[in-house]
């Protein structure tokens, strides 16, 4: 992906969609070196930054998966879920990327044919509410850097959780479920997919101690 070209893309990405890929993906975050491409051209294959559920429910094909790492925000259960892990009256608690040091995950690479149907599965997944903001990231992996688009908290949204309680995150994620299940699966799952890969996060590993030290 490295030798994307910057610019106005070669082929289209279907009206909104391409608007979205192109506009809503810049900003200071967006800042990269020279080199690395701000934008699609149509044609290239295109990498993904996972770091919660994406890693082990991505729902779209990859043509190559690797651990990588990105600096400036860390992965945090700080975000209210009123649809996929929580409702309305009783919300869940998902993961953002929050500001602030770094964060371990998974970078995934579409297939040029494959990036208008994924990215439309993403933007429906990743942006009910205005829950997250799409960013150009260098993502570093052992292979080398790429640019990888990260789905980063947007902490002006109406869930931003901010830092709950440790008591009360145990009680909404021990209780609370949603149209794609309990939000107690959702972050077992993410903690299991995270060792299966050998990816460390401390934080998360003893949050989890003390959730399954219940049953």
């Known amino acids: 992906m490295s030798a994307v070209p910057s610019g106005e893309p070669a082929a289209p990405f279907s009206g909104a969609l391409l608007e979205r890929i192109e506009t809503g993906c810049t900003g200071a975050e967006a800042a990269l070196p020279d080199g690395f491409p701000g934008s699609w051209d149509g ?100 292979q080398g850097p790429v640019a990888g688009l990260a789905f980063l908290l947007n902490r002006a949204c109406a869930d931003y959780a901010g830092d709950v309680a440790e008591e009360r995150r145990l009680d909404v994620i021990r209780t609370a479920v949603g149209r794609s299940g309990a939000c107690l699966d959702y972050v077992l799952e993410t903690e299991r997919a995270l060792r299966d890969h050998g990816i460390s996060d401390c934080r998360l590993g003893a949050l989890v101690r003390r959730l399954v030290s219940a049953f």
């Open 43 to 142: 044609k290239a294959d295109l990498w993904v930054f996972a770091y919660g559920s994406l890693i082990w429910r991505p729902g779209f094909p990859w043509q190559e998966r690797r651990l990588a790492s990105i600096h400036g925000y860390h992965r945090s259960l700080c975000l209210w879920s009123r649809h996929h892990r929580g409702s309305d009256q009783a919300p869940g608690l998902v993961f953002g990327l929050n500001r602030g040091g770094c964060c371990r995950g998974v970078v995934f690479r579409i297939g040029a044919a494959d990036v208008p149907a994924a990215f439309a599965g993403l933007w429906e997944r990743e942006m009910i509410g205005g829950a997250y903001t799409p960013r150009w990231l260098v993502c570093h992996s052992e």
